[in-house]
């Protein structure tokens, strides 16, 4: 008790010595604190606007084909960007700036212009191939961002391999073909980037995350979990069967039940 009261009356001390230095300490922590608050305010508004988008089109109708995957796809990168720095472990920087405008006037123009690019595919302009272009680059560095440069690098590969079939042995060669092809494909149509994948993901698998989500951070799946445990908890084989019980509940919210054996 006495070492106790010692140490709170040098700490005291400290503190009276030095007001101005701790008051410019937490000045500093404040002004960061509040650029941080505003960042993630504006984060939170997308991911909020990207999940509104969603749920609205789900009740009352997608756009067309490449209009809603091209959305989510596109919303989906500036999430990224913001959330994932050019470099890893760095503040957002001024490469990060440029990549963020970049993404939100390739939106402007693959949004306002949907009706138009879509009329034009398979024979696409110099517009389109120069958006087309760095659309595909900014979905290769959000790759590297999120799943680290191996797998950006893979699509690297089969990108070349679009031009460079020729010189591949055997079975793998083909006579390639030409850029603006590739990018008609990639960027203006339901078979590149856009393929069944993203169609799953804009229209079904968003809807159960969403949701999940949002039941998860409300508390249900931990009700799950206490009432799988109140109802089986005082039988014989107790654990066993809450575990079951739970992970049936949790499945129910994720849509993918093997995902969800929960363990004790």
Known sequence: M???????????TTIKEKPAFIEEIWKQRNKT???SRIFM??????????SIFHVYTAGFGTLSSWQQRSVHVIWAL?????????????KFGVMDVFIVLLTIVTAF?????AEAIQSRQGNIN????????????LVLEATRRTNGILMSAIGVFFLAYIFL??????????????????VDHMFNGTLGIFSAPIYVSSTVLILFVIFGSFLMKSGGGQFFTDFAFGLFGNKTGGPALSS?????????????GAANANNW
Not at 165 to 182: K, S
Not at 244 to 256: D, F, Q, R
């Open 244 to 256: 079951v019980g739970s992970s049936a509940l949790v499945a129910t919210i994720t849509g993918n």
């Open 126 to 137: 110099n517009s389109d191939i120069a958006f087309g272009t760095i659309f595909i680059v």
């Open 41 to 50: 305010l504006i984060i939170s508004l997308l991911a909020i606007g990207l």
């Open 2 to 12: 006495g070492t106790q009261t010692i140490q709170t009356q040098k700490l005291d």
């Open 109 to 113: 123009y693959m949004i306002t212009g």
């Open 33 to 35: 604190w509040n650029r």
């Open 165 to 182: 079939g020729r010189y591949f042995p055997g079975a793998l060669a083909h006579p390639g073909v030409g850029y603006d092809r590739m």
């Open 78 to 90: 500036l999430l990224i960007f913001l959330l994932f720095p050019y470099k890893k472990g760095k």
